[in-house]
């Protein structure tokens, strides 16, 4: 079983942050990483808000919710609590953004389309990107119960390829509790890097209602 060390703040790690809002059903471990994320700063860890994050009846369960995603190197323990990337989501994002491909072009779209923030791209553009990533998302949410049946072979991205099937452009549903965004990356995405963590911690703390 876990053990609980005395002055430990928990953060979650890009890893972390993917497990949390890839996919939409829920279980005990995304719904532990967005409820830790949904605070603006990085929470004491205590077996009290363990069982409230994994909604679990008892401390032993509860800590091993938190153990395997430990496991899993979803999460970081810190001595000092670390806060949540600070001001408006419009001065935040941009530069979030541009962190999450090898091109420094990214847009964040809600599930109308709706253009929250982009990184790389002209207005128009942007807006254009925004709008498939929608339509994208929105078929994803709409055939969830036939994709679902790929089991393993079912991917977490859509990709817009050439012949020899590289992608130039790739969509990523994210699953931000209730809220459902679209995020188009341009080029490799590098959702490895802390600026993932961070937007997904941003967002979480804005939109997460669990």
């Given at each position: 079983m876990l053990e609980i060390v005395p002055g430990s703040y928990l953060t979650v790690t890009p890893s972390g942050a993917w497990h949390a809002i890839a996919r939409?059903?829920?279980?005990?471990?995304?719904?532990?990483?967005?409820?830790?994320?949904?605070?603006?700063?990085?929470?004491?860890?205590?077996?009290?808000?363990?069982?409230?994050?994994?909604?679990?009846?008892?401390?032993?369960?509860?800590?091993?919710?938190?153990?395997?995603?430990?496991?899993?190197?979803?999460?970081?323990?810190?001595?000092?609590?670390?806060?949540?990337?600070?001001?408006?989501?419009?001065?935040?994002?941009?530069?979030?953004?541009?962190?999450?491909?090898?091109?420094?072009?990214?847009?964040l779209a809600d599930s109308m389309g709706f253009c929250l923030a982009s990184a790389g791209y002209d207005t128009d553009t942007a807006e254009a990107l925004a709008a498939v990533g929608a339509d994208i998302l929105s078929v994803a949410e709409r055939q969830s119960k036939a994709l679902s049946q790929l089991g393993d072979h079912l991917l977490d991205g859509w990709g817009n390829v050439d012949a020899a099937g590289i992608s130039g452009l790739s969509f990523w549903p994210m699953h931000i509790g209730k809220t459902r965004l679209a995020l188009t990356v341009s080029g490799r995405p590098r959702f490895n890097q802390r600026a993932f963590a961070d937007l997904v911690w941003t967002l979480c703390v804005r939109y997460g209602e669990l």
């Open positions: 939409a059903d829920e279980n005990a471990e995304r719904r532990a990483l967005l409820s830790i994320m949904h605070e603006a700063s990085s929470p004491l860890l205590s077996t009290a808000q363990a069982r409230t994050w994994t909604a679990c009846d008892n401390d032993e369960a509860a800590l091993d919710v938190l153990l395997r995603l430990q496991e899993k190197a979803c999460l970081e323990a810190w001595p000092e609590p670390r806060p949540a990337p600070s001001g408006t989501l419009e001065e935040t994002l941009p530069a979030l953004l541009a962190g999450l491909s090898d091109t420094h072009q990214a847009v």
